[in-house]
T-cell receptor, first 114, second 116 residues
Framework: DTAVSQTPKYLVTQMGNDKSIKCEQNLGHDTMYWYKQDSKKFLKIMFSYNNKELIINETVPNRFSPKSPDKAHLNLHINSLELGDSAVYFC?????????????FGSGTRLTVV | AQKITQTQPGMFVQEKEAVTLDCTYDTSDPSYGLFWYKQPSSGEMIFLIYQGSYDQQNATEGRYSLNFQKARKSANLVISASQLGDSAMYFCAMRAGGTGFQKLVFGTGTRLLVSP
């Protein structure tokens, strides 16, 4: 019974396309996040939502648009994909903003833009 | 600004030996939390251990312990009795953000290789 599930696991697409990654958590957590892991394995936060409201929006191109229809779901839509968007995107959730006692991560979505 | 530094890009250890992975942090917040995550080659992020800044005792979880030295701003992970399955990337992270909305800030990671 997966706690944080992301789909798809792999995504290969051409430059200029628009794509979405979906995330769902069944832990009852109030806060969800998107993190990006680059080719050097560095993890950086992109967005955070608390009870469907955006609370953290790091310096991310506005081609990236998160959407949270309810507190169990956080999707990431990317417009006009660029080569530099290739990375692993992780969804995560926590009981409270900031993840007081840890985050639960999804298994990641490896996005490859060609 | 909050920052996590992991100075060991790679570490080697023999099976059954103990290994220490270094982590130093920088923050001006009086209250913060420190985490360690494991990322095996399959890619998932696995939470290992947590230490709060006001916790008096070092955190332990099975074979994992966190050597928390507040004055030195270090939070090293100690893995005892290494196993082959411990080979992975290890990330130190800090909950940061002061009184505002907080987030996890990660270090650059240490790749651990356990040999038979």
């Amino acid at each position: 019974d997966t706690a944080v599930s992301q789909t798809p696991k792999y995504l290969v697409t051409q430059m200029g396309n628009d794509k979405s990654i979906k995330c769902e958590q069944n832990l009852g957590h109030d806060t969800m996040y998107w993190y990006k892991q680059d080719s050097k394995k560095f993890l950086k936060i992109m967005f955070s939502y608390n009870n469907k409201e955006l609370i953290i929006n790091e310096t991310v191109p506005n081609r990236f648009s998160p959407k949270s229809p309810d507190k169990a779901h956080l999707n990431l839509h990317i417009n006009s994909l660029e080569l530099g968007d290739s990375a692993v995107y992780f969804c995560a959730s926590s009981q409270e903003p900031g993840g007081g006692y840890g985050y639960t991560f999804g298994s990641g979505t490896r996005l490859t833009v060609v | 600004a909050q920052k996590i530094t992991q100075t060991q890009p790679g570490m080697f250890v023999q099976e059954k030996e103990a290994v220490t992975l270094d982590c130093t942090y920088d923050t001006s917040d009086p209250s913060y939390g420190l985490f360690w995550y494991k990322q095996p080659s399959s890619g998932e992020m696995i939470f290992l251990i947590y230490q709060g800044s006001y916790d008096q005792q070092n955190a332990t979880e099975g074979r994992y312990s966190l050597n928390f030295q507040k004055a030195r701003k270090s939070a090293n992970l100690v893995i005892s009795a290494s196993q082959l399955g411990d080979s992975a990337m290890y990330f130190c992270a800090m909950r940061a953000g002061g009184t505002g909305f907080q987030k996890l800030v990660f270090g650059t990671g240490t790749r651990l290789l356990v040999s038979p």
